[in-house]
């Protein structure tokens, strides 16, 4: 398997722009999350989707952000409009099950920045 | 107070020695404890985890958990340069969230 996918790898864009980045998760694997990591804040978890039906998004900073997951091999995080405070890596990351450890398997990530 | 507390480093030692990576957490209810590693412009990878208190062993590592002062803890013996990365401890609520410290960075000299 190729482990998650994400794109793009770097994204950059000017403040006000929409920004869609985009992440497949492994193959069977049934949860899906969303991540941003900062120097400041690092790891955070912005939502959770079990099955396809997100079940937590209460890290989702601001209305600007949105995520859908419109089946099982497919994910997408919206940011509109970007500010130069959404500069960050944004993860992606698949689980296999959700209970116990919760094993998650992360995405190289894309990197961010808004001008 | 942040639910799970690292210091972030640098950590530098030379090639060989034993390491020892910290952290503290705030909720006993925590039953769940992950060390994860990340390489430089890398995702995290699961390295180990560990289920309530005590000690597990893998290889060159070694996680151990005191769930009486809240405190987690990762060895390393006889570190390699390969193991320069971000080690992030994490634990799990409600099932799904996990929550992360700040990751305390290694460098090892050759």
């Known amino acids: 398997d190729a482990g998650v996918i994400q794109s793009p790898r770097h994204e950059v864009t000017e403040m006000g722009q929409e920004v869609t980045l985009r992440c497949k998760p492994i193959?069977?694997?049934?949860?899906l999350f969303w991540y941003r990591q900062t120097m400041m804040r690092g790891l955070e978890l912005l939502i959770y989707?079990?099955?396809?039906?997100?079940?937590?998004d209460s890290g989702m900073p601001e209305d600007r952000f949105s995520a859908k997951m419109p089946n099982a091999s497919f994910s997408t995080l919206k940011i509109q409009p970007s500010e130069p405070r959404d500069s960050a890596v944004y993860f992606c990351?698949?689980?296999?099950?959700?209970?116990?450890?919760?094993?998650?398997?992360f995405g190289p990530g894309t990197r961010l920045t808004v001008l | 107070q942040k639910e799970v507390e690292q210091d972030p480093g640098p950590l530098s030692v030379p090639e060989g020695a034993i390491v020892s990576l910290n952290c503290t957490y705030s909720?006993?209810?925590?039953?769940?404890f992950m060390w994860y590693r990340q390489y430089s412009r890398k995702g995290p990878e699961l390295l180990m985890y560990?289920?309530?208190?005590g000690n597990k062993e893998d290889g060159r590592f070694t996680a151990q958990v005191d769930k009486s002062s809240k405190y987690i803890s990762l060895f390393i013996r006889d570190s390699q340069p390969s193991d320069s990365a971000t080690y992030l401890c994490?634990?799990?609520?409600?099932?799904?969230?996990?929550?992360f410290g700040a990751g305390t960075r290694l460098f090892v000299k050759a």
């Open positions: 990351a698949s689980s296999p099950t959700s209970g116990g450890y919760n094993e998650q398997f």
């Open positions: 193959s069977g694997h049934n949860s």
């Open positions: 989707f079990n099955n396809n039906v997100p079940i937590d």
């Open positions: 909720n006993s209810a925590f039953q769940y």
């Open positions: 560990t289920y309530s208190s």
């Open positions: 994490a634990t799990v609520f409600g099932g799904f969230k996990t929550i």
